[in-house]
């Protein structure tokens, strides 16, 4: 590959967002892998699909199976609390995590 699209720098920016800890070794493992993921789309890119048609499933005519909507009794609110380190009210207490 002649021209790296995602470096190292890259790689820190987006752990740091993701709030992960990369080793040394795992930035440049990951700036390469990204930068290889890329180039086979830069190939695909160049394949011929004017006369494709397009695909919604590869398997062939499937249809979902889907069951009744039926109406059942929720779980009691006691019994989903029971084991709720913080409670407020009839809800799961949560730490703030926005200022």
Known sequence: MSQE?????????????????????????FSWQLNSILGY???LKEVDTENVLPTTHTVGDIKNVF??????????????????PQKIGNFFGVPKVIE
């Open 5 to 29: 699209k995602i470096d190292k720098k890259t790689v820190e920016k987006v752990a740091l967002l993701s709030r992960l800890t990369l080793k040394t070794e795992d930035i440049d493992k």
């Open 41 to 43: 789309i830069d190939k």
């Open 67 to 84: 069951r009744e909507d039926v109406v059942k009794k929720s779980l009691d609110i006691a019994d989903v609390l029971k084991n709720a």
